[in-house]
């Protein structure tokens, strides 16, 4: 896997809490969440990335989440069109940003709807959810992009599966041909080539970890898969992410890594 040297972040707004969310895990306490972003920018630090830090806003609740805006690669980056209609208006800092360091930056149009979230890279092959934020549309023409970039790309159909909102909330690439991987999906064809690590029931949530050049990390309160993935001699780096469970969120949506 190639090494990442920036990131983007954006800072959570007063009004976190009033995001969209389907889980049923309480109010998210503010001044948590806070600790929880910060300790997650300082860890991406450690793993070596640059940060681009934006500042948060309140207009749109949901924007700390910012995987969800954008596709990038080293060969081009995608702005997306967000499937929530509230969170169409984030993308429009995250185009400026990117093309500072992106000399084309493409566009998902209508009526396509995509979502970052949706969307794993595995090498140069990527997997696109077909979600209640993605469309058809939406992930046919991300498959377009990307193979004007050379890439390749496979749908994978999630809208039937409770508790999965993005692909990648029950997936991430380790590297080395192996998927860490909700046990739902591992039975699809999609990943019959890959060396899985399927997700114990009860620790669902584990499979939205991180790998970021060399450094695993892997949101805190899964000790199976904890040593699971040590035993694979990963360096596993564990992080708080209880407040931003409450709203949907795992470790790679709070970042675009490029």
Known sequence: MAAYRKAIVRAPAENFSQGLTSAHLGVPEYSRVLEQHESYCIALERCGLELIRLEADKRYPDSTFVEDTAVVTEKGAIITRPGAPSRLGEVDIIRKTLAQSYSQVNTIVQPATLDGGDVCQADDHFFIGLSHRTNEA???QLAQLLSS???TSSLIEIRDYSGLLHLKSGLAYLGQNRLIIDERLAVKKEFKD?????????????ANCLLVNGHLLLADGFPKLERRLKQCDFHVTTLYTSEFQKMDGGLSCLSLRF
């Open 194 to 206: 890959y060396d899985l690590v399927v997700v114990d029931e009860g620790e669902d949530h584990g």
């Open 138 to 140: 939406g992930a046919e």
């Open 149 to 151: 970039f050379a890439y």
